[in-house]
C-alpha cells in the first residue's frame, strides 16, 4: 500500500464523518412556535429585564426531567411541569430557558427572544437558553428533534435574534452540571458554532506565563551582572 492511498483512504474515512455530522436541512422537518398561552403558561411574577441586539450566545439544556415527550398533550405538561418547578421550587419569576423543543417536533417559547433568563450564570443577559425536552445522558434527542433545533438555531439567525457568528455552549461548560447529558454533549461538539469555552483563557495565560518567564530570566542576569563587580572589589 503506498502513501498516497493511504492518505486517499484516510481523506475518504474523514470525509464520511463529517457527512454524517452534517445536520438534515431546513426543507426536511416542519415545526411551529407555541407562543405562552398555546401550552397555557402561567403569568411571570415579575417582568424580567429584556437586553438588546442579536445574542451572541446559544447555550444548550435538556431536561433530564421530564425524561421525554412526544405527544402535543405530554409537550404541554411538561412545559407546565418545568415552569412551576422553576417558579415554586426555584423561586424564579418563570420558567428559566427562553425556548424548548418538544418531541412533538414543535418549539415552545419559553421567556422568549431577548429577555434576560434563568439557565446559565454569566450568559443569561447575552444567551438564548435552548432546552430540548428529554434526558440526553445515554441516548441522543430523535433524529426529528434535531433538525428542528438545528432549523430553530437558523430561523433565529435569520430573524436576527441570534449573531451570525454566534457561539454555541452546552449547560455544562458554563457550570458544574451534567447538562445537556453526555450523549447530547458529544453530538453538539460536531457543530459548526460550538467552541471550547476554555481556549481564549488558555492562550492568555500561556502568553503571560511565557511573558513571566522571559522577564524572570532578565531579571535573573541583570542580578548577576549587577553582583558581580561587588565581588571583586
Ligand atoms: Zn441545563
Known amino acids: 500500500m503506498t502513501m498516497k492511498y493511504l492518505l486517499a483512504v484516510l481523506l475518504t474515512f474523514q470525509n464520511g464523518?463529517?457527512?454524517?455530522?452534517?445536520?438534515?436541512t431546513k426543507s426536511e422537518v416542519n415545526w411551529n412556535l407555541i407562543q405562552r398561552n398555546g401550552w397555557g403558561?402561567?403569568?411571570?411574577?415579575?417582568?424580567?429585564?429584556?437586553?438588546?441586539?442579536s445574542a451572541p450566545f446559544l447555550i444548550l439544556h435538556h431536561s433530564y426531567v421530564p425524561s421525554a415527550a412526544y405527544t402535543?398533550?405530554?409537550?404541554?405538561?411538561?412545559?407546565?411541569?418545568?415552569?412551576?418547578?422553576?417558579?415554586?421550587?426555584?423561586?424564579?419569576?418563570?420558567?428559566?430557558?427562553?425556548?424548548?423543543?418538544?418531541g412533538d417536533s414543535n418549539v415552545y417559547v419559553?421567556?422568549?427572544?431577548?429577555?434576560?433568563?434563568?439557565?446559565?450564570?454569566?450568559?443569561?443577559?447575552?444567551?438564548?437558553?435552548?432546552?430540548?425536552?428529554?434526558?440526553?445522558?445515554?441516548?441522543?434527542p430523535t433524529q426529528t428533534m434535531l433538525a428542528v433545533t438545528h432549523d430553530f438555531?437558523?430561523?433565529?439567525?435569520?430573524?436576527?435574534n441570534l449573531q451570525e457568528d454566534y457561539i454555541l455552549y452546552g449547560h455544562r461548560q458554563v457550570r458544574g452540571t451534567e447538562c445537556p447529558g453526555a450523549a447530547l454533549y458529544a453530538e453538539i461538539q460536531t457543530w459548526p458554532n460550538w467552541q471550547e469555552v476554555e481556549q481564549?483563557?488558555?492562550?492568555?495565560t500561556n502568553a503571560i506565563q511565557g511573558k513571566a518567564?522571559?522577564?524572570?530570566?532578565?531579571?535573573?542576569?541583570?542580578?548577576i551582572v549587577l553582583l558581580l563587580p561587588q565581588r571583586f572589589t
Not at 115 to 140: C, E, F, K, M, T
Open 200 to 204: 481564549h483563557n488558555h492562550v492568555t
Open 72 to 102: 402535543n398533550q405530554d409537550c404541554i405538561a411538561a412545559m407546565q411541569y418545568i415552569q412551576n418547578l422553576h417558579m415554586d421550587t426555584n423561586g424564579w419569576s418563570d420558567i428559566g430557558y427562553s425556548f424548548a423543543i418538544c
Open 153 to 160: 438555531i437558523d430561523y433565529s439567525v435569520k430573524t436576527g
Open 110 to 140: 419559553g421567556r422568549g427572544y431577548n429577555v434576560i433568563g434563568s439557565h446559565a450564570p454569566n450568559y443569561n443577559s447575552r444567551s438564548i437558553g435552548l432546552l430540548l425536552i428529554g434526558d440526553y445522558v445515554a441516548q441522543l
Open 17 to 24: 464523518i463529517h457527512l454524517l455530522a452534517v445536520p438534515a
Open 41 to 53: 403558561a402561567r403569568p411571570a411574577k415579575e417582568s424580567e429585564a429584556n437586553f438588546k441586539g
Open 213 to 223: 518567564t522571559k522577564l524572570s530570566l532578565v531579571l535573573t542576569i541583570t542580578t
